[in-house]
């Protein structure tokens, strides 16, 4: 069973950074694609980035430019370093992993983005 455990999450002040992790229990080349999305109180989950097997990037055009998605194939961790943090990121951050039309979550790290 692939486990997916996020944590970084927590409370920053607007302006600020926050670096978000998600430790894979199996190594990240076996999956086709890994993802971040997000969920805010009453408001369906987005997605905000991906990362192919490949290495290849995309990301939602509301955190383009303020959010990086990255890997470390070593330790079966992908990030997503989020900088200029703005109240309305406030939400719980979720890692995504595609293997073979099959997906698997994390269970969330809550970001609250407040002064």
């Known amino acids: 069973q692939v486990q997916l455990v996020e944590s970084g999450g927590g409370l920053v002040q607007p302006g600020g950074s926050l670096r978000l992790s998600c430790v894979a229990s199996?190594?990240?080349?076996?999956?086709?694609?890994m993802a971040w999305y997000r969920q805010a109180p009453g408001k369906q989950r987005e997605l905000l980035a991906t990362?192919?097997?490949?290495?290849?990037?995309s990301y939602v055009d509301s955190v383009k430019g303020r959010f990086t998605i990255s890997r470390d194939s070593a330790k079966n961790i992908v990030y997503l370093q989020g900088n200029s943090l703005k109240p309305e990121d406030t939400a719980v951050y979720y890692c995504?992993?595609?293997?073979?039309?099959?997906?698997?979550w994390g269970q969330g790290t809550q970001v609250t983005v407040s002064s």
């Open positions: 995504k992993a595609v293997r073979s039309q099959r997906s698997y």
């Open positions: 199996e190594s990240i080349f076996s999956f086709n694609t």
């Open positions: 990362i192919s097997s490949g290495a290849g990037t």
